[in-house]
């Protein structure tokens, strides 16, 4: 992952720059004071995609402990018609 882009606090008067610099910026805005980081910045677009990795790692990370804890295996194939079932897709 890219490091996040720092900028101080007093660039936070031109509004217009940093909305645009949140809306091309691939990577969070950390704003500093006194140069320390006191807050992050950024898309919408970023910040949905980042909850939605760590809601992932989250699933990944619960299936893993299941295994771990002797939770069956379930074969795809039994999975997904089982889903179909259940939700009628």
């Known amino acids: 992952m890219a490091l996040p882009k720092v900028i101080p606090i007093n660039e ?3 509004t217009s720059q940093i909305s645009k610099t949140c809306e091309e910026s691939k990577v969070p805005i950390v704003i ?3 140069g320390y ?3 992050v910045l950024m ?3 970023l910040y949905e995609k980042q909850m939605a990795e760590a809601e992932l790692a989250g699933i990944i990370n619960e299936a893993v402990r299941e295994e771990e804890n002797g939770a069956p295996w379930i ?4 999975f997904f018609a089982s889903m179909k079932e259940k939700y009628g897709a």
């Open 37 to 39: 980081g006191k807050m």
């Open 32 to 34: 500093t004071k006194n």
């Open 12 to 14: 936070l008067k031109n």
């Open 43 to 45: 898309s919408v677009d």
């Open 75 to 78: 074969d795809g194939d039994e």
